[in-house]
């Protein structure tokens, strides 16, 4: 097979570990691998730089943003997600979700400019609004957010600044539902939610978002209405699929949900086009009891081993059994030596779950380089509790700083 691989960014993205360059502790670089040095020894492989905008089904043509198409054979998609704002896109300046690089850099360039900005202020009240930190959702992304905001806070930043104590910073975590990490066990949601109280993260559970302004954030809770002042607030609250979904569903009939996810065939394929297969965070599958598989990167893997392997069998004249999702487990870190896991039907917190996620995210990143790179700056970082990578970056001209308010 010749197989042509399209992309308008020229890397590959590990989003695991997102929240650690937008707080500081890795560079873009290290969780990033240019595509053509992943594909480069793949000699049936060839990269495109290229934005897909729409996709001709019936002429089995991909249609590019300048203008040109691409036929295909076969077509695989797995465009990915972005945040959802719930009907309020007019949030998103204020909150900035993580997806790409460009949102991890405007996180840090927001969280650490927080620091700096206080530190040029003279009274308290100022300083701790911007030294308030909001972040809205409580699922794995949220989580890590906080617990890693609330160990630079505490630790990286002391006897960083004069004029402020970044340990009296405020990080607020925003939860709709009853509990931190909603899907996991109530039990492991109970420890991680502990484990966050001991890095300074105060824990709102039952708590609507009903308003996002630049400098506030509205809340509502059982008890009532509250106005939270603060300078930075970030969103971890929900994802959409990209608009290729959409168009993919209008195009072929097949369902698209809410989130904008093309429901599936058991193979993966759209109805009626088996040479369609959609796949990872675009695509809403389904396990045997008719339950969304999980939005993780061990979904996205396994599908995309899946299809390879249903192509080539195709080519032989066999047949493939539908996917099955094999559910290995879930993990979520809340800082220095302590992570929350289910793996296997085990139940595992503390530092033997903190290693295990060391372990599996070292092991997924997709380039030997990386994972040299991200284990030997964890260790250094675990050695001296320092961040190397806390650049202000984007904002050289003092006219686009925070207003003093």
Known sequence: ???????????????????????????????????????KRQANARVLLADVVNVNVPGKKVLLRDGSGLPYDYLIVATGARHHYFGHPEWEPAAPGLKTIEDATEIRRRIFLAFETAERLPDAPSQQKHMTFVIVGAGPTGVELAGAIGELAQQTLRHNFRNINPAQARILLLEGTDRVLPPYPADLSAKAERALQK??????????????????????????????????????????????????????????????????????????????????????AKDAAGKPLPGIAPTAIQQGKYVAETISKRLQGKTVKPFHYHDRGIMATIGRNF?????????????????????????NLIAFENRLLVLTQWWWNYLTRNRSARLITGVNDPENWPQRR
């Open 1 to 39: 097979v010749n197989v042509t691989l399209l992309d308008k960014r020229n890397f590959h993205l590990f989003q695991p570990l997102l929240y650690q360059v937008a707080t500081g502790g890795l560079s873009p670089a290290n969780i990033s691998s240019p595509l053509r040095a992943v594909l």
């Open 199 to 284: 890095r300074g993260v105060e824990v709102w559970t039952r708590a609507k978002v009903t308003k996002i302004e630049l400098h506030a954030v509205t809340v509502e809770r059982p008890n009532g209405v509250q106005v939270v002042p603060a300078a930075t607030v970030l969103w971890a609250a929900g994802v959409m699929a990209s608009p290729l979904g959409k168009i993919l569903g209008e195009a072929t009939g097949a369902e698209v949900d809410r989130a904008g996810r093309v429901a599936m065939q058991p193979d993966l394929t759209l109805p009626g086009h088996p040479e369609v297969f959609v796949i990872g965070d675009l695509a809403l």
């Open 339 to 363: 992570a929350v896991a289910q793996v296997f039907g085990l139940q595992i917190s503390g530092w033997l779950a903190w290693m295990a996620w060391l372990v599996v995210h070292i092991f």
